[in-house]
């Protein structure tokens, strides 16, 4: 018989933060915002649902809505630590086979799309969310389409995409080995462009009010 796999979401919600001060526990229709990715993750089919924090308030937060938790060494959770340095300590520390990294930014994250993307797993090694988007870009100044054959905006980027940074997933054996949430061939989960948003500032944070209903 085959071992299933076991798969486990880590959520990294660090205590610092610059934009918005304690900005994952901001309320958000009276929840705090990382209800809303815990929410998601235990609703989807990971086995087990996990926040990595520095921030103890945070953590017990995080356990009342049904998380698991590990206390994250705050020489991982400063303004220019890397995500990946705190995905390794938790791979380090928890046994498992499937890591679904979801960001507690990303409120609109939705079951479906961490369940859409184990199901790409299957064929690709990372999966990311992404959403296309079909405007006219210009990068450093200058534009990435021909001014001279000015298109219909409908007919162009027809395949370029934004990284939303709310969900990527990989395997424990992957990110050990490359350091890096996302390696060999790369899958997309698609969502829509309105459940793209990262909470960033408080423009955002207000924007994220008026869509959660």
Request: proline content about 3%.
């Amino acid at each position: 018989m085959k071992k299933k796999l076991k798969i486990c979401s880590v959520i990294l919600a660090r205590e610092g933060s610059k934009g918005i001060p304690n900005k994952n526990l901001k309320l958000i229709k009276n929840k705090p915002m990382i209800y809303y990715s815990i929410n998601a993750s235990l609703k989807s089919k990971v086995d087990e649902t996990w926040v990595s924090s520095d921030s103890k308030k945070i953590l017990k937060i995080a356990k009342k809505f049904g998380s698991k938790i590990l206390l994250r060494p705050k020489k991982l959770a400063k303004d220019k630590s890397k995500s990946e340095d705190a995905l390794i300590h938790f791979a380090e520390n928890i046994l498992f086979d499937i890591l679904v990294f979801i960001q507690p930014t990303s409120p609109l994250i939705s079951y479906k799309d961490i369940n859409q993307g184990l199901k790409l797993l299957k064929d690709f090694n990372s999966v990311l969310t992404v959403s296309k988007i079909n405007q006219f870009i210009w990068f450093d100044k200058n534009p990435t389409y021909d001014i001279k054959d000015r298109k219909r905006r409908q007919d162009t980027n027809k395949n370029t995409y934004i990284e939303t940074g709310s969900l990527f997933i990989t395997t424990r054996k992957r990110l050990l080995k490359y350091k890096n949430r996302l390696s060999g061939k790369i899958g997309f989960i698609e969502i829509e462009r309105k459940r793209s948003f990262d909470v960033d500032n408080y423009e955002d944070l207000d924007l994220i009010k008026k869509i959660i209903r």
